[in-house]
């Protein structure tokens, strides 16, 4: 594969090392030259994306951070994005927030939120399982959000995340659109983005003495198109590469880790991989808390290989359908929306 011959050139930037705790990485460093404006990376690392460079007045400088996107959409299919203007004090807020609605004294009040119907738009779950180690809160976020309206603050906290981190996503979409060559509203049309249906996922891991096994979440991909992560304190996210390596996702401080989602694996028909990951907590001194965000096409969007994706050596490997079908094709609902690729592979 590309990745593993070519080293990914990107954008040179100074990461502040994460205070938290991590898990040992097989990470080798970055090989950084501090005269250039690029660093390059080997397969088995995770690339930066700067996200103030994409939308540089500076054309070369705009026009290398968008190749260079391309190039790690490809050949990663997902990276660390810094500088997205996301201030430290919102993550915290969010932390916080979540830290007390999962307070183990108020199990009881939850409940309110265990399923109860596939339109539910807020769900609230509790895995103690050798397969699944986490306890959870999905919401919808976008186009209505929902949240509990407990703790006090929570929900503010949460809006202005949400909503800051679409307008990341809508702006990374525009990137990746002009990254391949296309105008940049190309994402946002073929997804209905006006309309995209956005879920998140807070999941609370616990230490590894109070886990019933080592894994958090099982293997699996996620729906929708790209996926934002955020989290308090590095350890146990895990990701398979276009190598088959499995690499250990530790973001730093005040990144946000972006996954390719399945539906840019189908749009573009298979050009953009949408990666296996996991979460193992047997490594995890203290708890940790994450935000993933599905941030999918709207329900109603027909999606399918793009036709600028399809040519004689690249029939369609995908079949064509909305959101929400693809999201009820292998059991799942609109906020436990389960990845059915397998399904729609064809
Ligand atoms: O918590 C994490 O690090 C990943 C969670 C995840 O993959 C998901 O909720 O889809
Ligand atoms: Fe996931």
Avoid at 42 to 70: C, H, Q, V, W
Avoid at 212 to 217: A, D, N, P, T, Y
Avoid at 308 to 332: L, W
Wanted: proline content about 7%; some cysteine.
């Amino acid at each position: 594969m590309a990745a593993e011959t070519a080293p990914v050139l990107i954008n040179h930037m100074t990461i502040q090392p994460n205070p938290a705790i991590s898990l040992p990485s097989i990470n080798s460093p970055s090989i950084i030259n501090p005269n250039d404006s690029v660093v390059a990376v080997g397969a088995d690392e995770i690339p930066t994306i700067d996200y103030l460079m994409l939308f540089s007045n500076d054309f070369d400088e705009r026009s290398k951070a968008l190749e260079n996107l391309g190039h790690v959409c490809k050949d990663f299919g997902f990276f660390y994005l810094v500088n997205h203007g996301i201030s430290n004090g919102v993550f915290e807020g969010v932390f916080k927030g979540i830290s007390n609605f999962f307070n183990p004294e108020e199990i009881e009040d939850r409940k309110q939120y265990e399923k109860k119907s596939p339109t539910d738009r807020i769900r609230w779950g509790l895995r103690s399982s050798p397969g699944e180690n986490r306890e959870y809160l999905k919401v919808i976020a976008h186009p209505q959000f929902h949240c509990p309206s407990k703790p006090a603050g929570f929900s503010d906290a949460l809006e202005e995340y949400f909503k800051a981190s679409r307008e990341i996503v809508k702006g990374l979409g525009k990137a990746v659109s002009k990254g391949l060559g296309f105008e940049e509203c190309y994402v946002e049309k073929a997804f209905k983005l006006e309309s995209g249906f956005d879920m998140s996922a807070m999941n609370l891991y616990p230490p590894n003495f109070r886990s019933k096994g080592s894994i958090g979440v099982p293997d699996h991909t996620d729906p929708g198109f790209f996926v934002s992560l955020i989290q308090d304190v590095n350890g146990g996210l895990q990701i398979l590469s276009n190598s088959g390596q499995c690499i250990n996702v530790n973001i730093p401080h005040n990144a946000i880790f972006i996954n390719l989602g399945d539906h840019l694996e189908i749009l573009t028909n298979g050009k953009y991989k949408s990666h296996v990951h996991r979460v193992v907590v047997d490594n995890n001194k203290i708890q940790r808390i994450s935000v993933a965000t599905l941030h999918g096409p709207s329900l109603d969007a027909l999606v399918g290989p793009a036709p600028e994706f399809v040519d004689e050596c690249h029939p369609p490997a995908y079949r064509a359908m909305t959101y929400k079908q693809s999201i009820e094709a292998n059991g799942g609902d609109e906020i436990d929306v389960q990845s059915s690729i397998d399904q729609i592979r064809l």
